[in-house]
């Protein structure tokens, strides 16, 4: 059974820092792209941040010098810092693992509250 349990967010003033954490388990953690999406309330559900097998790393454009996307390969976590946040980031964050060669497959955590506002 695969889980991704999000963990970190919470209430923050603009400016301020969030770590996000995803612990996953019942994958092969390190053969999959580990990313982190948000959704916020009346739009879509949008990439943040993905971290490929290979090392590879892709920001938004709204979030790159502000967010920083690692992953540890031994505890099976991904994490999403966050600095320099800004209303516009209030979202629910979603962890994602998608293995992208076949058997092709894709889950989601169940998502994490972030506001930011003062």
């Known amino acids: ?4 349990v999000e963990s970190g967010g919470g209430l923050v003033q603009p400016g301020g820092s969030l770590r996000l954490s995803c612990a996953a388990s019942g994958i092969i953690f ?4 580990m990313g982190w999406f948000r959704q916020a309330p009346g739009k879509e559900r949008e990439l943040v941040a993905s971290f490929t ?8 454009d709204s979030v790159k010098g502000r ?18 946040l ?9 962890c994602n693992a998608a293995h992208k060669l076949p058997p092709f497959r894709n ?9 930011v506002s003062s």
């Open 1 to 4: 059974q695969v889980q991704l």
């Open 53 to 60: 097998s290979g090392g590879n790393t892709n920001y938004a």
């Open 86 to 94: 800004k209303p516009e980031d209030t979202a629910v964050y979603y």
């Open 67 to 84: 967010f920083t996307i690692s992953r540890d390969n031994v505890k099976n976590t991904v994490y999403l810092q966050m600095n320099s």
């Open 30 to 33: 390190n053969i999959y792209t």
């Open 107 to 115: 889950y989601w955590g169940q998502g994490t509250q972030v506001t």
